[in-house]
């Protein structure tokens, strides 16, 4: 979890979730259209905290 968190952290200042989902599947080597990550962010409310993400991050692996 402390790793998720570390590669988290930097890029939550401004809470851009589009472009940290960008970041985090390109550090996990994973290729995501950027519509469907809109549609995602459409539902979860354009925001994620790190909870949130720790949870998308599990089904990376």
Do not use: C, G
């Amino acid at each position: 979890m402390r790793l998720h968190h570390e590669t988290f952290s930097p890029f939550n200042k401004d809470h851009k979730f589009l472009s940290i989902l960008s970041i985090i599947s390109r550090s996990y080597v994973l290729s995501s259209l950027e519509a469907d990550l809109q549609e995602i962010q459409q539902k979860i409310s354009h925001r994620i905290d790190f909870d949130t993400f720790f949870k998308v991050a599990q089904n990376f692996k």
